[in-house]
DNA sequence: AAACATAATGAACACTGTTCATAATAATCA
DNA sequence: TGATTATTATGAACAGTGTTCATTATGTTT
C-alpha cells in the first residue's frame, strides 16, 4: 500500500518540527539558549526522540548553518547582481556586514562555531554554501583585477583579504568590542571603516 | 599578633593557585573542557570553595584574559619599540596574527568571549588592556599618517581597519574556515593576505 | 576551656548531551 | 479478525555543567 509514502512524508514532517523548532528557539534564546531538551519540550515529545531524526546536536546546528546562508543570500542578491566589480565587491561588503551585525544568531553559528565545520569533517561533507560564497568573491575579485589592472594582487589573496576584513568588523562588533573606540554613532563608524576597507583596494 | 597577615598571604596564595589551575586545564583541555569542578578537583578542595575567592566563572575568565594579554605582550615587545611608524605597523600586525594563530585558548578569552566583557560589565571595570593596545595602534596609525602624508585617512577609522583585518584573518584560521581556500602551504597564505593587508594601506 | 570568626564542604537545584533497554503503536501477514 | 513483525517513542540513567546555602570543621582570641 502507499502508506509507506505516508509515514515517510509523516518522518519528514517531523524533522522539518524540529528544525522550525530550534530556529525559533535560536531567535529567542540564541546559541547558548538551544538544547536538545528544549526542542523536545517544545515539540512534546521526549528528549530521546530527537536522536531518531538527528545523529546529535552538531547535525542539527549544520541544518540551522544551512538556514543562515538562505537568510543572507537575501542580504546579498541585490550585490550579486550588480554588473561593475568594483561596485559588486562594495556592495557585497556592505551586505555581509549588515546580514551579520542584524542576525548575532546566525552568524555565530555560520561563521563562527567549531560544531558545524566538526559536523561535516564527520560526515566527510563540503561546506558547500561557505565554499560557493567565496567562489563568488574570488571571482568578483578577479573581474576587478582586470578591469582596474590592480597589478599584482592575487585574486584568492584579496578576496580572503576582503572577507577576513569584514569577517573581523562583524565580530569585533558582534562581542562588544567596538565599545572602545572613541565615537558617538556606532553604525556609522562600522560604515567609514567598511568604505575604508574597500577604497583601500582600489586607490593606487 | 602578625597571624592575621599570613592568613591574608594563605588567602591569596590558594586565590593564586586557583587561577594557575585554571591555566593549567585551560591550555591542556581548552576553554570548553575549563570547569570550576575540574579546577576544585585538582587543588583537591570542594567546588564550592573556589566562590570563596572569586564571584563567578566570568571573573575568572576575566582574570586569565589578562593573564594573555601578559602572554600577548611578549609577542608584541619588540613591534612596540620599532621607530619608523609603517614597519611598527606591520611587526605589529605580524606579531598579532602569530599570537592569535599560536594560542587559540588565549585568543578566544580574549577576543571572542561574551564572558570577560560580560564581567567587566557588571563590575563596571574598563577593558584597559584591550583599551591600551588600541590606544597604541591608534597612536602608530597617526604617526604613519603623518609621516607618509596619507592624507583622507582618519586614525581611529584605520586603526579599526587594522585591527579587524588581522582579527579576521586570526578568527577564519582557528575556525578551520581557511581550509577551502585552495593553497598548499596555509602558513604562507596567511603571511600573503597579512602582507597585502599592511601594503594595501600604504600604498598612494 | 569557652566564645567567636573564618574557611570548607555536602548536598541540593536546575540545567546540559547522549544512550539504551523497554514499552507503545502501526503495518503486515496468515 | 488475530498474531506477528517492524517502526517509533520514551523513561531512566550516566556523566557532566554552574551555583547556592545550611551545616560542619578549623583556627584565633579572649
Chains 1, 2 share one sequence.
Not at 528528549?47 to 549544520?62: G, V
Not at 542580504?75 to 548575532?104: C, W
Not at 556606532?186 to 593606487?204: A, D, H, P, T, Y
Request: proline residues 1%.
Amino acid at each position: 500500500m502507499g502508506s509507506s509514502e505516508r509515514k515517510e512524508r509523516e518522518k519528514a514532517e517531523l524533522k522539518e518540527q524540529i528544525l522550525h523548532t530550534a530556529k525559533k528557539i535560536l531567535l529567542k534564546s540564541g546559541k547558548n539558549g538551544l538544547s536538545i531538551r528544549k526542542i523536545a519540550n517544545e515539540i512534546e515529545y521526549s528528549p530521546a526522540t530527537i536522536y531518531l531524526y538527528f545523529k546529535d546536536k552538531d547535525e542539527i546546528l549544520h541544518e540551522l548553518m544551512e538556514m543562515g546562508f538562505m537568510l543572507k543570500n537575501k542580504y546579498m542578491a541585490h550585490a550579486y547582481s550588480e554588473k561593475d566589480p568594483a561596485q559588486r565587491l562594495y556592495e557585497i561588503g556592505k551586505a555581509y556586514v549588515t546580514f551579520g551585525i542584524q542576525n548575532k544568531d546566525w552568524y555565530d553559528i555560520m561563521f563562527n562555531s567549531d560544531e558545524p565545520m566538526q559536523h561535516m569533517a564527520k560526515c566527510r561533507e563540503d561546506w558547500d554554501q561557505g565554499m560557493a560564497m567565496f567562489n563568488f568573491l574570488t571571482m568578483t575579485c578577479r573581474e576587478a583585477i582586470q578591469k582596474y589592472e590592480l597589478s599584482g594582487l592575487d585574486e584568492s589573496v584579496m578576496a580572503l583579504q576582503l572577507w577576513s576584513s569584514v569577517h573581523g568588523l562583524v565580530n569585533l562588533a558582534l562581542t562588544q568590542r567596538l565599545d572602545i573606540v572613541e565615537h558617538t554613532d556606532k553604525q556609522e563608524l562600522i560604515e567609514k571603516v567598511l568604505n575604508s576597507m574597500l577604497k583601500c583596494i582600489f586607490k593606487k
